[in-house]
């Protein structure tokens, strides 16, 4: 990957939350969300990252962005300096190139403010604009994201869910970012609404040169608007390709199953399905070695001893995937 197009690079991110003991004689445990991704993200790019829910994708976000618990180790690059290195003063004029847009239209927003009221707390709180100055800012983002300039003076409550997520939007955009997380923007919106969401963001950043990381789980979604797909598993990426690559060309058994499992608009089409045996462990009881081995259907003896690493394969390099099958 060219390092000068490079914006994002995570290397070796870990992300644990401490257990409060239970019982008498119970010990302090960690539930271990994230385990060493590391992945970089060019500028104009869309990553997608999609996998099970509980799988560490939207805890890896939020990490990200330092919203609630930042990462336990590993480092955080953008735009060529380390931002995990900065405490919170430090880290304050970032907030303004990455920005996020959150899974719940609704939950997202303040009930007690009109639209025109956060988008100008937004902007007063990073000093980009103020009375006459920040409306005509409001104003052209609700241009930007397809509202009616009139909309400034209505509640959420007042607005359908496709509406509230261009609120939503609007919010991410009102501090000029260059990088913005999408944690599953769509999942909570009707399939025809979706669609004008994901055209909408495609637009913003043809537009505007942003660059996303995508959280989804619907793999469509995720292969119309991404550039590169990463697959992730209990808290570690188990393979990223291109998108076309990814979909035409899966490796991982993980991925194969989800990609077995996409919807086919066609009644009478029929395809092999991999089903999947048992639930996703939960991260206080991580398996050893690889830990799909106790549900993946190609599993061999090593893979319960043996964790693998994320390494090319096949005739793509930029193709990688962490599995005992191709060591």
Do not use: W
Not at 41 to 65: D, F, H, N, W
Not at 110 to 119: E, I, K
Not at 175 to 180: A, D, H, L, R
Request: aromatic share 6%; net charge positive.
């Amino acid at each position: 990957m060219d390092p000068q197009r490079q914006l994002l690079s995570a290397r070796d991110i870990y992300v644990h939350f401490p257990v409060k003991p239970g019982g008498v004689n119970g010990r302090a445990k960690r539930v271990s969300a994230v385990n060493g991704v590391s992945f970089d993200i060019c500028r104009g790019e869309t990553l997608g990252l999609v996998g099970e829910s509980g799988c560490g994708k939207t805890t890896l976000g939020r990490a990200l962005l330092r919203l609630g618990h930042g990462v336990t180790s590993g480092s955080v690059t953008f735009d060529g300096q380390d931002v995990s290195a900065l405490d919170a003063g430090g880290f304050r004029p970032f907030r303004k190139k990455m920005q996020m847009i959150f899974q719940d239209p609704f939950g997202s927003l303040n009930p007690r403010l009109t639209v025109g009221q956060m988008l100008g707390e937004v902007l007063a709180v990073h000093r980009i604009a103020k009375g006459d100055a920040a409306l005509r800012r409001t104003l052209e983002l609700l241009d930007l994201v397809g509202l009616n300039r009139e909309y400034a003076n209505r509640y959420p409550h007042e607005f359908s869910g496709g509406q509230r997520q261009r609120v939503g939007i609007a919010r991410a955009l009102a501090v000029g970012p260059e990088f913005i997380i999408c944690d599953e923007p769509v999942s909570a919106l009707d399939v025809s609404i979706q669609s004008q969401i994901i055209n909408l963001l495609k637009d913003l950043q043809r537009d505007l040169g942003l660059t996303y990381l995508f959280i989804a789980h619907d793999l469509s979604v995720v292969e119309y608007i991404s550039d590169r797909v990463a697959v992730m598993y209990l808290g570690k990426i188990v393979e990223i390709a291109s998108s076309e690559e990814l979909y035409r060309n899966p490796l991982h058994p993980y991925t194969r199953a989800l990609l077995s499992a996409v919807p086919i608009p066609e009644p009478d089409a029929k395809r092999d399905r991999t089903l999947l045996k048992g639930d996703l462990p939960g991260p206080l009881n991580v398996p050893s070695g690889c830990g799909f081995h106790p549900r993946c259907p190609v599993a061999r003896p090593e893979c319960s001893r043996k964790e693998p690493g994320l390494k090319a394969s096949g005739s793509d390099p930029l193709h990688q995937v962490s599995c005992l099958l191709y060591e």
